[in-house]
């Protein structure tokens, strides 16, 4: 079974900086897309930013020039860098990979951990 463990969420003032983590275990197929999403309460989820396997990434624009993602291929590892955090940053972050099944995909998605910027 599939299982994604989030590491690293917690609070931080505005202009601070967090780096959450996702570790990934139990894929007997390849992780294709890695990344994050978000969800404020009462709000959709929504992206912040994934990352393919050979590097390419897309992100809001929200989080463009202040958020980082980075992988770990061997280690079926997902790393978001924050940097230059904002209290509209504050949100529930989730984990989310797909397992590729040669023909289709297989999304999971982490517990989710929280994120709070406040002064």
């Known amino acids: 079974q599939v299982r994604l463990v989030e590491s690293g969420g917690g609070s931080a003032q505005p202009g601070g900086s967090l780096r959450l983590s996702c570790s990934v275990s139990g894929s007997n197929f390849s992780i294709r897309n890695m990344g994050w999403y978000r969800q404020d309460p009462g709000k959709q989820r929504e992206l912040v930013a994934i990352i393919r396997p050979g590097g390419s990434i897309s992100s809001a624009d929200s989080v463009k020039g202040r958020f980082t993602i980075s992988r770990d291929n061997a280690e079926d590892t997902c790393f978001l860098q924050m940097n230059s955090l904002k209290p509209e940053d504050t949100a529930v972050y989730y984990c989310?990979?797909?397992?590729?099944?040669?023909?289709?995909?297989?999304?999971?998605w982490g517990k989710g951990t929280l994120v709070t910027v406040s002064a």
């Open positions: 989310y990979v797909q397992e590729w099944h040669q023909l289709y995909g297989v999304d999971y």
